[in-house]
């Protein structure tokens, strides 16, 4: 089994900034693809960003030149900077990860528990 833990979440008033973290632990072989999902209320799960194990990331249009995603490879985790935070970023922000446990075994998804992202103008 994967874990994904992440933190970082928290208040913020428009135009700050948040750094959000989520290790990956457990049965790990090699990550593919890991990424940053977001869903405000009322609203569907979106992509924020997510980055390959090669370090090419993309973006959601909303948070392009904003936000930047980044990992480190040596220990499982993930990184999301977000700078001049508006109110519309508000949202619960879920770790993803694709996660091979074993070589020659397809990789599985994962989702963290989820972290608070609260912006206010």
């Known amino acids: 089994q994967v874990q994904l833990v992440e933190s970082g979440g928290g208040w913020v008033q428009a135009g700050g900034s948040l750094r959000l973290s989520c290790a990956a632990s457990?049965?790990?072989?090699?990550?593919?693809?890991m990424g940053w999902y977001r869903q405000a209320p009322g609203k569907q799960r979106e992509l924020v960003a997510i980055?390959?194990?090669?370090?090419?990331?993309n973006y959601a249009d909303s948070v392009k030149g904003r936000f930047t995603i980044s990992r480190d490879n040596a220990k499982n985790t993930v990184y999301l900077q977000m700078n001049s935070l508006k109110p519309e970023d508000t949202a619960v922000y879920y770790c993803?990860?694709?996660?091979?446990?074993?070589?020659?075994?397809?990789?599985?998804?994962?989702w963290g528990q989820g972290t608070q992202v609260t912006v206010s103008s």
């Open positions: 993803n990860a694709h996660v091979k446990s074993f070589p020659g075994f397809p990789a599985r998804e994962y």
């Open positions: 457990g049965s790990i072989f090699s990550i593919n693809a």
């Open positions: 980055i390959l194990s090669g370090g090419s990331p």
